[in-house]
């Protein structure tokens, strides 16, 4: 037989005062997780390592939602989707779930023989949780180009506070040479974020709430390059929730990726969550495993279904400062 699969364990965020402070309202468990389309799994991405079962849709989908459904998230955000009509929307809409789907428009899962059809992004929401207030479909440009990456914005309110609440999910341009691209696409992206909250909230009751934000995505970026920096000095006050897993709460974790091809071992942070820091804050995060645990073949494995790791957290709303009515 397999051995167990190794347990992720929630640990507590690094913020300031995190141990101490007795959050009054509700939490907000948000997924991030790139889940590696079928199609590019088995026809493009050349896994050498992976043993060829591990990669059986059959199989394959069970792991990806018990991890899902292990934690609950109330809210799902996922890159690389091509079985979202036949599998993700149908079971998580069984469970409680909305969702919507955003096919990139020319998705290279089209280019392998057989495929179910193009990847895209896909967001979940817990309908007990939250009800919709503006789903937006955006096709993100690059110097005023249109490009092959999307994104969906979806608009909510929590039914238990009434408060706002803005999600996002993306999957920016792959491959180094792309930094550019990456960083003009996270700016369009900043920008039509900046107009969705800003439209949100001034249908707001009292006309001037922030509304919170969270943007989870596959940025295909390191800390270092220009989109990083961009999402960190945004005029929005973004901030990354997986710094709050580091010692100094100032370090993203060494990868979120970790994987074999037959031009050699590729190992990188790509995925994040940012929320907003002034409205925002992050209780808990779903730890990394370690090198061991991954083991010496990497991703994907029998133990874990994607290339990429997920990264969850519980974020709470900020008490709202009081304001003259
Ligand atoms: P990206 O370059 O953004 O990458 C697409 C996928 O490939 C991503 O999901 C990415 O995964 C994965 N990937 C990254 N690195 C590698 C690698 N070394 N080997 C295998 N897979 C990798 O895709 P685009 O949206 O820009 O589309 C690229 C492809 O789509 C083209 O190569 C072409 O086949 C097709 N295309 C065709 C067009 C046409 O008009 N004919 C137009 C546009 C695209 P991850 O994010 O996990 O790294
Ligand atoms: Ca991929």
Redesign the pocket.
Known sequence: GRPARPRRELVSSRAPGNCCRHSASPRVRVLQW?V??QA?GEG???FVRCPPDALDWRERKYLILEEILTHRPDVVCL??VDHYHDTFLPVLGSLGYRGSFLP?????C??VEPNNGP?GCALFYSRERFSPTATDHLRLSAMMLP???VAIVQSLRCRATGRGLCVAVT?????SG?ERMRSAQGADLLRRLRAITSRAAASEADGAAEIPLLVCG?F?AEPSEDVYRRFLASSLGLDSAYRLLSADGLTEPPYT?WKI?P?GE?RGT?DYIWYSRESLSVETLLDIPGEEQIGPDRLPSYHYPS??LSLLCDVSFRELPHRLM
């Open positions: 790139n590696l389309a590019l493009k991405d050349g890159q690389e990139k428009p020319r998705s290279p089209l280019d990847d490009t092959n990456q999957h920016l341009k792959a491959r792309w596959d295909n990726t091809r031009s590729s790509l290339d990429h």
